[in-house]
């Protein structure tokens, strides 16, 4: 072999060295590509505060699918563009995961070959372009209220026994480096909404009532039901509904029903046609025929009886007179955390198992009942005493006033009442109306129990004074006392 021969091959071994040095071990590999190290990816985002919408993409292999994930701020009111703009509690949120990565500092280098990007996990999860549909990360995007990025990065793989490192890279740039950590952000529609369906405390309820019945092939099929009040501290059965033979109300039952109504929760929506909310919302009209399919295909039906639901329904009564009707419909078979898009909603049409417990579409409407919270009496005025009327009539005055008083006061703290109830099932209704609302099937076990569930075993009873002990195992039963004689 030349010499010149060899010192190029000598030149190629060194420079692969080289190259192998920086790959896996960057920090003795430093170049004026990376002089960076150090420094923060996005300096001038300093300020958490200052986002004002978080976008999350991934992909997800098995399906082949993307998954966006976005809330933003927009005209004052923060929403789930990505879950057909649903309402959200995100504030905090957000400033929170904004919080995380302020600052965020390029402290290893690693590549800035694009075709390392599938072995560190930070290939572009939305790019159509890529070859490969393995080594796709996660784009984590914040922008401020003029739609201007703060920052938009690119996690990739947690490096082999270094937790709480990753491989970040920002959009668009080539460069990878080796990341110290702990940034997570949800994705979870339950995290970012108010999941308290119905806003109800426990010692609110007064009444709940299940019809029970299924909807198969048009025909109403009944199933019974039960009702219960509330009375005297207590739970009892309503007007004509009895336990089954040897069984009584077990109020620790009836507990956990009013426990799992307070605490129901939500996986995810669906919305509503905008003629059928813009009906349930007061205005007059009919569905249309499509409009109708919407409502069927979630397992509710217009009938002549009303709207009635595949899975029966539960009305449930506050002390202020406010109720809500829970009907239960087909089950979800969507994936709660699909983006909101039509290719969502054409998945939740298709037939395929669900996984885990079934999750089940919810229909909720609210409404003021007056006759479950009438209006407290109030006497006549007493007339006023004549002058020189005994001191026991003036005593007797005295409190019949202030009985009178107090009932007055008692009707306007009712009539105040009546007046918050009702503008509370309106905005409540108004909110329902827009939406079919996906909870877990847990919940759906929890807040429709079977009769005989909410029923416990009668406790023997005990004669005072008597050892009601049962007789010992084998022991022959003792004769009956012979009858006296005749006289």
Sequence with gaps: MSESLKTLCFAALAGGALAAAVLLNPSQGETAAFSDLGQPFFAEFKDPTAASSLEVVSFDEKSGQFKNFKVELKDGRWSLPSHYGYPADAKERLKTAASQVVGLVKNEI????????????????????AKTISGRGIQF???DGRGATLASYIFGKELENRPGWRYVRVTGESKTYAVKTDAQVSTNFGDWVDTDLLKIGQGDLQAMELRD???DSGAIKSKGGYRLEHQDQAWKFGAGVMAPEGMEIDSTAVDAVSQALTQLRLVSVRPKPAKLAAILKGEKGGLSQAEAGDLQSRGFFVTEQGLMSNEGEFTVATSKGVTYTLRFGAVFYGDPSDAGSGAALAKDSKETKPQGSANRYLFVNCAFNDSLFPAPAVPEEPKKLAEGAKPEEKTAYDAAFAAWETAKNT???????VKEAKEKADAQNRRFADWYYVIPGDSFDSVRPKLEKLCKAKAPVKVPGALNLPPAPGAPTPAPAPAPAAP
């Design 141 to 143: 995007t914040l922008k």
């Design 411 to 417: 009707k306007l703290i009712w009539e105040r009442d």
């Design 213 to 215: 019945y299924s909807i």
């Design 110 to 129: 690693r590549s800035d070959r694009p075709g390392d990007f599938a072995e560190l996990g930070v290939v572009d999860p939305a790019d159509l372009n």
